[in-house]
């Protein structure tokens, strides 16, 4: 919570200062807040549009930039639907960070496999810069994306600059490709094979759609991850966001507090785990 909002209730006023369209379903929207606000990779904060409602989302950009702040939003439904439709200079509401993000400093020496999928991109996108802000910590770090078709791959120009990167080994691929499309097709899963890892000193970072996080796990699992070095964003239904209502149980603990970044060995048991 920022520490000048004593009500954790009261949104912090807050301008659009960019949108970019990222593909048919996926835009990203730049926020000003007008108090600062600092977050940590993976954390959470709940956006507000005046006279709709309010919905969580992970912040996408950078934790180092510290005056303005991306969220990555799909349109589903109500809420989506507005922020779809926000434009330069519209107002809004944020409230947080709240919840507990990647323990990045805990990576450190290791080596670090991200595995994404659709808008679960969002807040790996943090992840990653946070990543490559001190890449010089880590033994390696490995990205492997999945989306359904080639248009469905969003931040592509920032893409395509990681594939410069000597510090990151990528790999994409797609359920469906097109006549332009020359990379993998398949299931993100079909691309975690035969990746030169030593699993006994390594971090899993899984973060999309439910059925994409199981297989993906019960894939690091096979390839010898330990549960308690595979991390997970749980994005269950939400509320307050402060651990008051209860909306968010996920077995013993509350997402929006204990969450949404969970390492597996902690909520693997739980049978609503991919609900
Ligand atoms: C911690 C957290 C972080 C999130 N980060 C992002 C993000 O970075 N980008 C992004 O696009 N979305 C993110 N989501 C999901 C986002 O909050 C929902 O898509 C949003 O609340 C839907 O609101 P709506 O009013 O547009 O849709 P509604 O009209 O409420 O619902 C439309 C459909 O979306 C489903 N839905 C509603 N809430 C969720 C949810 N929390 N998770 C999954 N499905 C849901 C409903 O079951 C329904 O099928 C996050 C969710 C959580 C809990
Ligand atoms: S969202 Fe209310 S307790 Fe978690």
Not at 31 to 44: R, V
Not at 235 to 254: A, D, P
Request: aromatic residues 8%.
């Amino acid at each position: 919570m920022s520490k000048h909002c004593t009500n954790p209730y009261r949104p912090i006023e807050t301008t659009v200062i960019d949108v970019v369209t990222e593909s048919p379903t996926i835009k990203t929207i730049r926020l000003k807040p007008s108090e600062q606000i600092t977050f940590e990779t993976g954390q959470f904060i709940a956006l507000t549009i005046p006279g709709i409602g309010e919905a969580p989302f992970t912040p996408s950009s950078r934790p180092s930039v510290k005056d303005t702040m991306d969220i990555t939003v799909m349109k589903v439904g109500k809420v989506t639907d507005k922020i779809h439709e926000l434009k330069k200079g519209d107002i809004v509401g944020l409230r947080g960070p709240l919840g507990t993000g990647y323990p990045v400093d805990t990576f450190k020496d290791k080596e670090i496999l991200v595995v994404g999928g659709g808008v679960g991109l969002a807040p790996l996108r943090s992840l990653m810069y946070a990543l490559f802000d001190r890449s010089q910590e880590f033994k390696k770090i490995i990205f492997r994306g999945g989306c359904k078709t080639p248009s469905d791959i969003i931040y592509q120009d920032e893409i395509a600059g990681w594939e410069k990167r000597k510090d990151l080994d990528l790999r994409l691929t797609v359920d469906v490709g097109d006549k332009a499309w020359k990379g993998h097709v398949g299931l993100v899963t079909t691309i975690l094979d035969g990746i030169d890892i030593d699993h006994r000193n390594s971090i899993g970072v899984v973060c999309g759609p439910p059925i994409m996080m199981k297989f993906a796990t019960f894939k690091l699992l096979e390839l010898g991850f330990g549960d308690e070095n595979i991390y997970l964003s749980m994005e269950k239904n939400m509320s307050c966001g402060i651990g008051k209502c209860g909306h968010c149980r996920l077995g013993i603990y509350y997402c929006c507090l204990d969450g949404p970044v969970f390492s597996y060995d902690k909520i693997k048991d739980f049978p609503e785990i991919w609900d």
